[in-house]
């Protein structure tokens, strides 16, 4: 295999071509490396998808540019000519249903009493630095806050209190959210356009261990001096990728402490009726907490409403099929809005990531005690093997543009490493 390595034409071979593979395709690309990018699918993006098949456009995966006063996909949306807004979003009115009714003003103020009360507990657990689960830190609060609490971080997480990190939770950055009509999927989309990459191509199994890298895919072996990796976390600890030899114990553990949330979601077409909505107005469905969902009637206009749930519940809806989801969120809208909605969706699609192979979850979660796991995840590999991806993005971690951040930093370490 060495003399093999000596003859690799490539410097770097870039695993996955979602927003991570493709930033650091464009830093390498600036800085004068050779690479070769190679996909599982038949398409670039990963979890970053605009699909088209419901006759208009709707985000799958990531939709808001998070915390935009430092997100990187503001300058690139400014240089792809893609207008980012922060007031269109969601700007339809909020409603919350329960038991088939809207909850009143009281109700819902109780609600956000409860939300505020989880947000205190989790600032003190951070300032402690001792960390424990979400479901921990909320355990004293009264039995109805408390779910309500750890329901409102599942459409945000993906994932139940029990298996999330307060400490990880609270080192995530926020900040000013925008959206583009166009899409954040279409957006990523256009920014790795004009880059090679080789669609269809999973990799299989990678040996490091003998000066290079070697990967095996379906349709031959590639040789690269290093590899940034860039699948997600779900994909490795599935064992997709066979390392040789094992991944050091390190990295092993950070796997270990990582896991992947499950927000799904369901859009469903709708024509013929409003419902005397406005446009992006929001549905809580919030009889059940650990099966609450969001509903966004008509985003920017357009005929759908888009359902996001999350947890086992999500799970479960999932492993139903497409159709069980569809009818499922058919039936929690016409319990909101009245027994016309029946008539008047026309189709669905359920984006389940968590039965996705390629993506085996929406975005990483770090497990109870295990804050330190991504920082750990990013260590190079014997200098030729970098993982990079919203898992390693710090601070940004979960996000497009954590990815992105956390691929360029590879990239750069790479590049230097190879330089050097
Ligand atoms: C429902 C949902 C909502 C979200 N909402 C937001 C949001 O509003 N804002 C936000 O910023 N983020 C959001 N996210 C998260 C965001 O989508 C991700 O953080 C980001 O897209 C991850 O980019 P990535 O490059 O790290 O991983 P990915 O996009 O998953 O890219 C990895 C690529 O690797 C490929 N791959 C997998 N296995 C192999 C293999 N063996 N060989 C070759 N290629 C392989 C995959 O197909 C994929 O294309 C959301 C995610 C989901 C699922």
Known sequence: MASRLFAADVDVLIVGAGAAGLSAARELMRLGVSFRMVEARERI?????????????FDAGAEIVHFADRNPWVGIARDLGVTLDGSGWRM?????????????MIERGRRWQAFREME????RVAASGRDMSLADAVADMAPESREIARSGLLLVLGEDGVRISVLDNQS???????????????LVE???????????????AINWGSGGIEAMTP??????????????????KAGAIRFTPDLPSGHLAALDGIGMGALTKIALRIDGERFGLSDG???????RPEAMTMIEL??????????ICGGDVARDLGAAGEAAAISHITALLAGMLGSSVRGAVKAGRLASWWHDPLARGSYSVCQPGRSAARAALAEPVAARLWFAGEATGGGGAMTVGGATLSAWQAARACAASLKA
């Open 190 to 204: 256009a920014y790795g356009k004009a880059l090679p990459v080789s669609l269809s191509t999973p990799v299989t």
């Open 172 to 186: 995530l950055w926020s900040g000013p959210d925008l959206t583009t009509t166009s899409g954040y999927g279409a």
């Open 298 to 307: 008509f985003p920017n206009g357009k005929p759908l409403a888009v359902a």
């Open 92 to 104: 339809g009115g909020w409603q919350v249903h329960a038991n088939g009714q809207p909850l009143g």
């Open 45 to 57: 993006g990963g979890r970053a998808f605009t699909g088209a098949s419901l006759g208009a456009g």
């Open 219 to 236: 349709r031959g072996t590639i040789t690269a001096r290093a590899a940034i990796v860039t699948v997600p976390v779900g994909v490795l």
């Open 281 to 287: 107005s929001t549905l809580m469905e919030a009889t």
């Open 120 to 123: 205190a507990r989790m600032e």
